[in-house]
């Protein structure tokens, strides 16, 4: 949700909310006015001081570091790159967990003392409850990419702050935690383009913990374009030895026409076929011999070009002719692309198997 609705409705839809307890349609997105009614409902008042929650202990903090340092690992270097593309512009960059503490933060000097003021800092919470609409705690309800701006914010000593913020899920679906840009909406180096590095950067950042979490499993890499994979965009599945999809990320999920929610236990062979069949084996950007591909729809591959590379432990077949998914419907992935025996990656088979797998 990138949101920055015009000065006059917010205010309109505030007094309304104020008045009555709902905000009037048509004023403010949906997902605003949600997350402003669930404020309310948690007790707050937009102009009333904020009594903070407990503070959190050192014991606390360090558990929950300690409980998240796989993410850790993985997403400092890469905050770290985000915030030397925005150092100059009054922002800092932000960690937080499932629950909305904050763990790791990189400020700019000069924002760090108003960021201070309002409690964005390590072991603070920016959970809905604590803080009312901010992006942190908004993109954790919803579960999606969220941008708040000045006044959206439900605490009026909040309004200063601009936020974008996008979730970190793992393989499984399961919310990691969230990454967050906050800077001064009054800077002239506020960005609507926030939203968009902050959600490229949570990608990355899943795209990293994927390959480190499936590193012992089967994992295809998937792009509409050979020169994509390898890139944030491309897409991941995670595919167990025995043909069960156990993780992907986000962009093999839309590829494939899957839902986060129905992964576990779910054999590949329950992908349409024409999903699979988009999908093309390739090794160093060459495109493959069409009927490397396990489906009847093969020439499609020829039409739309898509791409796939395979990772993982060598997978136990062998040479086969190729198989028409749709008439196997009880066959795992492997009966689906018999052709991902070249194995391109690990080159464990000649020359020739890559160029006509087919003859092997």
């Not at 796989?70 to 030397?84: N, T």
């Not at 909040?158 to 800077?187: K, Y």
Request: aromatic share 4%; with cysteine; glycine share 8%.
């Amino acid at each position: 949700m990138q949101s920055n609705s015009a000065p006059l409705a917010l205010r309109q839809a505030r007094q309304h909310l104020l008045e009555f307890g709902q905000c009037p349609s048509g004023l403010v997105n949906e997902r605003l006015a949600r997350s402003w009614s669930r404020s309310m409902a948690a007790g707050l008042a937009p102009d009333a001081r904020v009594r903070p929650p407990d503070p959190v202990s050192n014991g606390s903090l360090r558990r929950a570091l300690s409980a998240s340092h796989v993410l850790l690992a993985h997403s400092r270097p890469i905050m770290e790159y985000v915030f030397d593309q925005v150092r100059h512009s009054q922002s800092v960059v932000v960690l937080a967990d499932p629950r909305g503490m904050l763990m790791h933060t990189l400020g700019d000097e000069h924002f760090a003392d108003k960021a201070a003021r309002v409690a964005l800092s390590c072991g603070a919470s920016w959970h809905e409850e604590h803080r009312g609409t901010n992006a942190i705690g908004t993109a954790l309800v919803e579960g999606g990419a969220v941008q708040i701006h000045g006044s959206e914010h439900f605490l009026e000593r909040n309004g200063f702050l601009t936020c974008a913020a996008s979730p970190i899920v793992s393989a499984t679906g399961e919310m990691l935690g969230i990454l967050d840009i906050s800077s001064d909406h009054r800077s002239s180096h506020a960005h609507a383009h926030t939203l968009g590095l902050v959600s490229t950067a949570a990608r990355m950042i899943e795209n990293r913990l994927i390959a480190t979490a499936c590193k012992r499993d089967i994992r295809l890499h998937l792009h509409p374009q050979s020169e994509g994979i390898g890139s944030v965009a491309e897409g991941i599945v995670a595919v167990s030895g025995d043909g069960w999809i156990i993780g992907a990320n986000r962009a093999a999920l839309a590829q494939l026409g899957l839902q986060m929610g129905t992964l576990a236990g779910r054999s590949s062979n329950t992908c349409s076929t024409s999903a699979w069949s988009n999908f093309s084996p390739t090794t160093s950007a060459v495109p493959c011999n069409p009927r490397c591909c396990a489906c009847t729809a093969a020439p499609c591959c020829l039409h739309k070009c898509k791409w796939m590379r395979l990772h993982g432990p060598a997978p136990p077949w062998r040479c086969a002719p190729a198989l028409a998914p749709c008439r196997l419907p009880t066959m795992h992935w492997r009966a689906w692309i018999p052709a991902m025996h070249a194995r391109a990656l690990q080159q464990t088979r000649p020359a020739a198997c890559l160029a006509n797998p087919l003859r092997c």
